[in-house]
C-alpha cells in the first residue's frame, strides 16, 4: 500500500457550521477528552489537513498493526432502527429479558428501555426526569423516533469542555437532519420549543451526524448497534484505501490502529466507506452522506488495482469480457470491455448492476447458508462476474453467518467454501493494499 502524499480532495461541503476553536484549542481539548487514555507520549498530533479541514499526522514512524489510540465516546445512544431489537437497555446495551415492548420500558414513564439493574442509576435518573417532563405519548410501545433522538439528548449532560468540543468539531448542515428533531417533538407534549434549544438541539444533530460512527459490538451474545460520537477519531479523513482502521472494544469505546507502516509526519486516514465497495458505490455513498467526492489514487483507476470491483459481463453477443467504468470523475462514466473494447453508456450497464445487487441482497435476506453457497457458486457465473463487489458481499455474508451466528453443523465440502471465499477476500484486500485492516482480521479470527 502506497505511502505517499494523498491527492488533494475538493473541501467537503460549502455548507459548514462555524467553528468557535483554532485547531491548537481543538487538540487541548481533544487531550482534556481523553483523559487516562491519552498516551505520555502520542504518535499523533491533530493538525490542518490538505485533505479537508483539520487531521490527525504521525509525529514519528509507525509500525503496521500498532495500536495508535483508543477512546471513549463524547456523546452515544440506541440506532434505533427498526430491523434492531429496540428492547435493549439504553445505558447497559443488554437484553431487556422478555417478549413486549412494555415490560422493556421504565416503569417511571419516561418512554425510554432500561434494564432493571440501571433504573435506579444517577445516569438514567436525569435522561428519565427530562424525558418525563417533556411527557412521551407514547406509554405501552418503544418509539423509535423518541429513542433515535437521545444521543443527541445527552448533550444537556456534557461538562463545560466536553460542551466545547461539541461546538470544535465540523458539523455539515442539512435540512434532513433538522426533520430528525422535528420527527423526535412530535413523540412528546411538551418538547422544548425555544428557539435557542432547537438551535443547541440542531448544531449537536450535525456534528453527531457529520462525525458519528455506529459501533457494533457483543454484549452478551446480543448484538448491539449504537451511534457513537468520538471527537478524535472523528478527525480521521477519508481515503479509500487508508492507511488506519478501527474496531470497537464495546459499545462506547473505539481502538484505531495502522495498518501499514505510515511514515513520520505523513497523515493518517481512514475509509469513510466499505473497503471492498465498487468506485461508483464509493462515490454515491460519499456524496449522499459525507457530502464530498473522493479523488484518491483509487478512485481514478478502474481497475481498482486490478480487483475489478466494478466489473460487470460484457453485453455484446459471444463476448463474456470484463466491463469497466472508462472513468470514474463523474457519477456516470461510460463503460468499456476490455476484451472487445465496445462502449455502453452508464444507464445501460447501472441496470444490470442494479440487477445483479438486488438479486443478490434478496437471496442474503431470505436464504439459508446451504442456499447461498448453491446460489453464488452455480447461478450468480450467468449473470455476475466473480469479482464484482456484490457478489463479494454475499460471500462476506456466507462467512459471518457460518463462523458467528448460525451454529448448525456444516459439510466438510460446505467448510471447503468457506474457505475459498476467505482467501478470494483476502486476496482481494492485498491486492488493494488494504494491509492490516479490520476487515482482515474478522474474517481471520484476530477480532470477534
Not at 142 to 151: F, Q, T, V
Not at 206 to 222: I, L, M
Not at 270 to 296: E, P, Q, V
Request: hydrophobic letters at 35%; a neutral charge; proline letters at 5%.
Amino acid at each position: 500500500m502506497s505511502t505517499s502524499t494523498p491527492v488533494p480532495e475538493e473541501p467537503r461541503s460549502s455548507n459548514q457550521m462555524t467553528i468557535s476553536a483554532s485547531t491548537q484549542e481543538l487538540a487541548e481539548l481533544i487531550n482534556i477528552h481523553l483523559g487516562d487514555l491519552r498516551p505520555q507520549e502520542p504518535s499523533w498530533r491533530v493538525a490542518d489537513s490538505p485533505i479537508s479541514g483539520r487531521g490527525i499526522f504521525a509525529t514519528r514512524e509507525i509500525a503496521a498493526g500498532e495500536e495508535l489510540f483508543r477512546e471513549h465516546t463524547l456523546l452515544v445512544g440506541p440506532t434505533a432502527h427498526r430491523s434492531t431489537n429496540l428492547r435493549t437497555c439504553t445505558l447497559c446495551y443488554r437484553l431487556i429479558p422478555g417478549s413486549t415492548d412494555s415490560a422493556a420500558l421504565c416503569p417511571a414513564g419516561c418512554g425510554l428501555p432500561v434494564c432493571s439493574e440501571c433504573r435506579d442509576s444517577t445516569r438514567h435518573d436525569l435522561e428519565c426526569k427530562l424525558f418525563r417532563k417533556w411527557k412521551p405519548l407514547e406509554s405501552q410501545r418503544i418509539e423509535p423516533r423518541a429513542l433515535r433522538i437521545l444521543s443527541v439528548v445527552r448533550c444537556f449532560f456534557l461538562d463545560e469542555a466536553s460542551r466545547k468540543l461539541l461546538y470544535a468539531m465540523q458539523a455539515n448542515m442539512d435540512r434532513y437532519y433538522m426533520q430528525e428533531v422535528q420527527r423526535a417533538a412530535d413523540c412528546f407534549e411538551h418538547f422544548p420549543r425555544e428557539q435557542d434549544m432547537l438551535d443547541y438541539f440542531y448544531r449537536t444533530i450535525c456534528a453527531f451526524n457529520t462525525n458519528a460512527f455506529e459501533s457494533r459490538s457483543n454484549v452478551d451474545g446480543h448484538e448491539v448497534l449504537v451511534r457513537a460520537l468520538f471527537p478524535l477519531a472523528g478527525l480521521l479523513n477519508h481515503q479509500c484505501t487508508p492507511n488506519a482502521a478501527h474496531h470497537f472494544e464495546n459499545g462506547e469505546t473505539i481502538v484505531v490502529c495502522a495498518t501499514e507502516r505510515i511514515p513520520a509526519g505523513a497523515e493518517i486516514t481512514m475509509s469513510y466507506a466499505k473497503l471492498l465497495w465498487s468506485t461508483l458505490a464509493r462515490k454515491i455513498f460519499l456524496g449522499m452522506t459525507k457530502h464530498f467526492i473522493c479523488k484518491c489514487v483509487r478512485c481514478q483507476d478502474p481497475t481498482e488495482n486490478g480487483t475489478y470491483l466494478s466489473a460487470l459481463f460484457c453485453r455484446e453477443q459471444g463476448c463474456r469480457g470484463l466491463v469497466i467504468p472508462v472513468q470514474t470523475r463523474t457519477l456516470q462514466p461510460d463503460w468499456r470491455c476490455i476484451t472487445c473494447e465496445n462502449v455502453f453508456p452508464h444507464a445501460k450497464m447501472a441496470k444490470y448492476q442494479d440487477f445483479a445487487l438486488n438479486t443478490i441482497n434478496n437471496r442474503i435476506n431470505s436464504c439459508s447458508v446451504q442456499d447461498m453457497i448453491h446460489f453464488i457458486n452455480e447461478l450468480c457465473p450467468r449473470f455476475c462476474p466473480s469479482s464484482n463487489y456484490v457478489l463479494i458481499e454475499a460471500k462476506l455474508n456466507v462467512i459471518w453467518r457460518m463462523t458467528r451466528f448460525d451454529h448448525e453443523e456444516y459439510t466438510p465440502e460446505e467448510m471447503g467454501h468457506m474457505d475459498r471465499y476467505r482467501e478470494e477476500v483476502l486476496a482481494i484486500l492485498h491486492k488493494l493494499g488494504a494491509g492490516e485492516c479490520t476487515l482482515k482480521k474478522l474474517i481471520t479470527g484476530e477480532i470477534q
